[in-house]
């Protein structure tokens, strides 16, 4: 999500060519309400937060500007504006207390693709016109970025946080099911979310929340009773779901974990079990933080690439391995196939590998390439060195 503050950053909403739901439907929900689980009623995002309020997780209260009424908006219509400033009323205390206004797009937060920084959300929305404002603005950047896709809008509460974060319920560079991963900073989660801080990170173990792992400067307040309850999110989260899930989440001024974002860990993200070794390995010197959003757009593929065009010249991997990606992002942080490149090895999965001939033929392949190439690497590098001047 795009994060911006209230009254600096605006969209004009321009409905030619929006795409709009039927026009029959509920205008507006709470998240308790019948129906406001309904994907296609109020976005992926907020049916999730639904969902888990119907568990009884802890989630903020909050209404949506569903699909239909945010279509409207689209095509230059008015909101309900006497139903929207009762709820208003109700969830801002008369406007005496800040709101958070978030994007909720049926296409975010899919098994295949969570869509993250794609859409606009506003923090600290003060007053009953930069509210409307705040919704314009969110329901603006579905055209913005040319989403056809329809658009709600989720409302709730800005609580004041003691620490936030993110929580995988798995080890993403492993997909080991039996440890979670965390990343924790004092503050919102939206600063790692867009990447202006890296946070503190930490491998948990599913039962308990003891760190067998931790990367980062020292958290106050991340306790062990705060890890156990972090584990604890993780695996109701993973029981109402259905599958481990990637959490956005806060300890609040009373010291309360919220649930503020659950969306199933995108399978691009998760290696499958028993899969090859992952590590930030020789791009850890280059890359040693998290990415924000617009860093992984710039960098993780063009590195993918060359990672690729590296081993498909010298033959040091076979087409299988090529086939696959090579370098994956978790939580904003690079990791490439260890096993790919040489650093760790891969998987054998039965006795027949332990005999098979083409893996030394392969590194004995590679090796000679790599002397012919060390050999002619004055010699490129002359002729690069000659083009660049030229160009």
């Given at each position: 999500?795009?994060?911006?503050?209230?009254?600096?950053?605006?969209?004009?909403?321009?409905?030619?060519?929006?795409?709009?739901?039927?026009?029959?439907?509920?205008?507006?929900?709470?998240?308790?309400?019948?129906?406001?689980?309904?994907?296609?009623?109020?976005?992926?995002?907020?049916?999730?937060?639904?969902?888990?309020?119907?568990?009884?997780?802890?989630?903020?209260?909050?209404?949506?500007?569903?699909?239909?009424?945010?279509?409207?908006?689209?095509?230059?219509?008015?909101?309900?504006?006497?139903?929207?400033?009762?709820?208003?009323?109700?969830?801002?205390?008369?406007?005496?207390?800040?709101?958070?206004?978030?994007?909720?797009?049926?296409?975010?937060?899919?098994?295949?693709?969570?869509?993250?920084?794609?859409?606009?959300?506003?923090?600290?929305?003060?007053?009953?016109?930069?509210?409307?404002?705040?919704?314009?603005?969110?329901?603006?950047?579905?055209?913005?970025?040319?989403?056809?896709?329809?658009?709600?809008?989720?409302?709730?509460?800005?609580?004041?946080?003691?620490?936030?974060?993110?929580?995988?319920?798995?080890?993403?560079?492993?997909?080991?099911?039996?440890?979670?991963?965390?990343?924790?900073?004092?503050?919102?989660?939206?600063?790692?979310?867009?990447?202006?801080?890296?946070?503190?990170?930490?491998?948990?173990?599913?039962?308990?929340?003891?760190?067998?792992?931790?990367?980062?400067?020292?958290?106050?307040?991340?306790?062990?009773?705060?890890?156990?309850?972090?584990?604890?999110?993780?695996?109701?989260?993973?029981?109402?779901?259905?599958?481990p899930q990637d959490m956005e989440w806060l300890v609040d001024a009373d010291g309360v974990l919220r649930l503020l974002q659950s969306r199933p860990v995108t399978a691009a993200a998760v290696p499958p079990r028993h899969s090859r070794p992952l590590g930030t390995a020789p791009i850890a010197e280059t890359f040693p933080d998290a990415l924000s959003t617009l860093e992984r757009d710039l960098w993780q593929r063009p590195l993918d690439e060359g990672i690729r065009a590296a081993l498909e010249l010298s033959g040091a991997a076979s087409r299988a391995v090529l086939s696959r990606p090579l370098v994956h992002?978790?939580?904003?942080?690079?990791?490439?196939?260890?096993?790919?490149?040489?650093?760790?090895?891969?998987?054998?999965?039965?006795?027949?590998?332990?005999?098979?001939?083409?893996?030394?033929?392969?590194?004995?392949?590679?090796?000679?390439?790599?002397?012919?190439?060390?050999?002619?690497?004055?010699?490129?590098?002359?002729?690069?060195?000659?083009?660049?001047?030229?160009?």
């Open positions: 999500m795009r994060v911006t503050t209230a009254g600096l950053s605006w969209f004009t909403v321009d409905a030619v060519g929006a795409a709009a739901p039927p026009d029959t439907g509920p205008l507006l929900l709470d998240l308790g309400d019948f129906g406001s689980d309904r994907t296609e009623l109020v976005g992926a995002k907020a049916a999730n937060l639904a969902r888990a309020s119907y568990a009884g997780l802890p989630v903020l209260p909050g209404f949506v500007v569903t699909t239909h009424a945010a279509a409207r908006v689209r095509r230059g219509e008015q909101l309900p504006e006497q139903a929207l400033r009762t709820r208003w009323k109700q969830l801002s205390g008369n406007g005496t207390r800040a709101l958070i206004v978030r994007s909720s797009s049926v296409a975010e937060d899919s098994a295949t693709s969570s869509m993250a920084g794609r859409f606009d959300s506003v923090l600290d929305v003060r007053g009953w016109d930069g509210f409307l404002d705040a919704v314009r603005q969110v329901v603006g950047s579905a055209d913005a970025v040319g989403s056809d896709a329809p658009i709600a809008v989720l409302v709730q509460p800005m609580s004041t946080a003691q620490l936030g974060g993110v929580l995988f319920g798995l080890d993403p560079l492993t997909g080991d099911r039996r440890r979670l991963f965390a990343s924790v900073v004092a503050g919102l989660p939206e600063e790692i979310v867009s990447g202006a801080a890296t946070g503190t990170s930490v491998v948990l173990s599913r039962g308990l929340g003891r760190a067998l792992e931790t990367v980062g400067p020292q958290v106050p307040g991340l306790t062990a009773g705060l890890r156990y309850r972090l584990a604890a999110l993780a695996r109701r989260t993973r029981s109402v779901f259905g599958s992002s978790f939580g904003g942080r690079l990791a490439v196939d260890l096993a790919a490149i040489g650093a760790a090895p891969g998987p054998r999965r039965s006795w027949l590998d332990l005999i098979d001939p083409r893996t030394g033929l392969r590194k004995l392949r590679a090796a000679w390439r790599i002397g012919r190439l060390r050999t002619a690497y004055p010699m490129l590098v002359e002729d690069l060195v000659d083009q660049v001047d030229e160009q």
